[in-house]
């Protein structure tokens, strides 16, 4: 009996050390391996919005986003807070979600209505909470 891997491998029983049931482990473990993996990406997965961060009062807000027709994107920094005004409408939103957010569109957490386009929030982590190293902060040692 033989076995064709995805690696393209050729692999027959009574060449594979151990025999069959070797064989059959090996594959069965690979197999879940695999289907694990695939459970891990969130690749095509929206965020929860608990970890996109919170609604804030406009009046909270330390920069101010006009948001056109043309804007496509906006960088902002975690921690972050950011009154967005896109015609007569307006609202604001503290970046304080979660440090694996890096991106994510910004009619998830608008008002309905206020966004006719996407506009995606790219999100830098906050300096403050970086590692320095040798700069100063939270970062490694150095003897």
């Known amino acids: 009996m033989a076995l064709i891997t995805t690696s393209g491998l050729l692999l027959r029983v009574d060449q ?3 025999g069959a049931i ?4 090996m594959i069965v473990t690979s197999l879940l391996f695999a289907i ?3 459970g891990c990406a969130t690749t095509g997965r929206e965020q929860p919005l608990s970890l996109l961060g919170d609604p804030a ?3 909270a807000a330390s920069k101010v986003i006009l948001l ?3 804007t496509k994107h906006v ?3 975690g921690g972050e ?3 967005f005004v896109a015609a007569d409408k ?3 939103w503290n970046f304080s979600g979660s440090e694996e957010v890096s991106s994510f569109d910004l009619a998830r957490v608008a008002p309905p209505g206020m966004l006719d386009h996407s506009v995606i929030a790219y999100v830098s982590p906050n300096p403050l909470y970086l590692g320095g190293g040798r700069r100063g902060g939270h970062g490694g040692h150095y003897h």
């Open 36 to 38: 694990a993996c695939a």
């Open 57 to 59: 009062p406009e009046t």
């Open 75 to 77: 960088n902002v920094i």
């Open 68 to 70: 056109t027709p043309a």
């Open 81 to 83: 807070t950011v009154r």
């Open 22 to 25: 070797a064989m059959k482990t």
């Open 90 to 92: 307006s609202f604001a």
């Open 16 to 18: 594979y050390p151990g």
